[in-house]
Nanobody
Framework: QVQLVESGGGSVQAGGSLRLSCAAS????????MGWFRQAPGKERERVGS???????NYADSVKGRFTISKDNAKNTLYLQMNSLRPEDTAMYYC????????????WGQGTQVTVSS
């Protein structure tokens, strides 16, 4: 059974940094395709970035150059390092995983709130 648990959210001023963690269990080679998503109030959920197994991450244009996805396979943990945060980055952030042969993410964490004040 796949479980994803996010942590590391909080409140920060614009220009600051946060690192989100996603502790994963139950993933295997078939489901080791992961991503970070976010959803702000009144807005649709958007993909922040994703990584296929141990490949190079890719990012949404809105976060490129500011956010970095990394993995620690020994700890089964996915990270999202967020630098130069902006008020528009305020959202609930979710970790997700999918079967690598499918495009739809089917495993989701509970989310962690990030609030950036100006």
């Amino acid at each position: 059974q796949v479980q994803l648990v996010e942590s590391g959210g909080g409140s920060v001023q614009a220009g600051g940094s946060l690192r989100l963690s996603c502790a994963a269990s139950g993933l295997d080679y078939r489901t080791n395709c992961m991503g970070w998503f976010r959803q702000a109030p009144g807005k649709e959920r958007e993909r922040v970035g994703s990584i296929i197994r141990d490949g190079a991450p890719n990012y949404a244009d809105s976060v490129k150059g500011r956010f970095t996805i990394s993995k620690d396979n020994a700890k089964n943990t996915l990270y999202l390092q967020m630098n130069s945060l902006r008020p528009e980055d305020t959202a609930m952030y979710y970790c997700a995983a999918r079967y690598c042969l499918n495009v739809q993410y089917v495993f989701w964490g509970q989310g962690t709130q990030v609030t950036v004040s100006s």
